[in-house]
């Protein structure tokens, strides 16, 4: 051998960078996609090969780590301790490199394109997410959108989402949240219901009424919730009806049904209308919102940041807010005094 070939063998063997990339990009993909699947076959269909070239470039990287990353049995696929400490050092790496090319190949080609994956609460998704949707398609043509609606928070790394829209009091320090509009809750009932029933004009009153309760995914059934005395307040109510989905609820409460505590996208239009009347407005919460979400990057793609700036623009655009519109009288006045159409 000679003297060069020595010095090559020397310095490849006592070069990291050499030896790790050798091992290869790919192996350590198969990894991340396995752990962010629970399953090879399903790594395999994400990434477009084969379950056993998955399986061989696991191998592979458990070989030169002389680790075990995966724990494996017939049923499940489960990350070993050392799998989650090499998950959380290569995550970052990957990502930088997928939205670095993904970056330069927007810049190359000129106007966003792509894919958007979008989730949003059911009832802001109908309501208001959705109807915007076509102006936006009319102005990008090259970005296709997919719509989920489910009311939990989506995990942006393992469902693949690209834009979320969230309701309420966000304290994830990993996204970026932009609040779109203020969230407001109103209690409210149809003209119908109040010629029977009345109106609450306290929160304890609550308990005397037919209330209407919202279940979600994770089958825990919403509170209710006020500001009495500038402190917040959670109550969980006992309700005659209880749907987990917010258009029945709606329904219901249209129906003469029931009372609720619905949010201004859905209420004010029907309040001015009067086919719905409000009441304990001055206890309505003023602390949460309606966000427009994505992952915490120093870069965002195009089609991401042309998106988030359509929503935020019209979405703001829109009459949502309604407590600052309403008569006092509407709000507080005992029943017999109200004139109900």
Request: charged fraction near 25%; charge should be neutral.
């Amino acid at each position: 051998m000679s003297d060069y070939s020595s010095r090559s063998s020397v310095t490849d063997a006592e070069d990291p960078f050499a030896s790790s990339f050798a091992t290869s990009y790919a192996c350590v993909v198969s990894f991340l996609a396995v752990a962010n699947e629970g399953s090879f076959a399903r790594a395999g269909d994400r990434l477009g090969i084969g379950r056993s070239s998955v399986s061989r470039n696991v191998q592979k990287l458990e070989a030169q780590l002389d680790a075990r990353l995966f724990f494996r049995t017939t049923r499940s696929t489960s990350l070993t301790r050392e799998g989650e400490l090499f998950y959380e050092k290569c995550q970052p790496g990957v990502e930088r490199i997928a939205q670095a090319l993904e970056d330069m190949r927007e810049l190359r080609h000129g106007p966003p394109r792509g894919h958007l994956r979008i989730c949003s609460t059911a009832g802001f998704g109908r309501k208001i997410v959705a109807p915007l949707l076509r102006g936006f398609r009319e102005l990008y043509p090259d970005i296709t959108l997919e719509l989920m609606l489910i009311d939990r928070h989506a995990d942006f790394t393992a469902d693949r989402i690209d834009v979320s829209f969230r309701d309420g009091r966000l304290e994830d320090s990993e996204i970026v949240a932009r609040q779109l509009i203020p969230m407001q809750m109103i209690v409210c009932a149809s003209p119908e219901y109040v010629r029977a029933h009345g109106l609450p004009h306290q929160v304890d009153e609550l308990a005397s009424h037919q209330c209407i309760n919202f279940r979600m995914m994770s089958g825990r059934v919403r509170e209710w919730e006020f500001k009495v005395e500038g402190l917040p307040q959670r109550r969980q109510l006992t309700a005659h009806h209880t749907f987990n989905d917010p258009d029945l609820i709606l329904q219901a409460v249209l129906d003469g049904q029931g009372i609720a505590q619905l949010p201004a996208y859905e209420a004010c239009d029907l309040l001015r209308k009067g086919q719905l009347v409000s009441c304990l407005t001055q206890y309505a919460p003023d602390d949460g919102g309606h966000y427009i979400c994505y992952l915490s990057r120093k870069h965002l793609p195009a089609r991401i940041r042309v998106f988030v700036d359509y929503m935020t623009e019209k979405t703001r655009a829109l009459d949502l807010q309604c407590l600052t519109t309403m008569t006092p009288c509407r709000a507080a006045a005992p029943a017999s005094a109200m004139t109900v159409e």
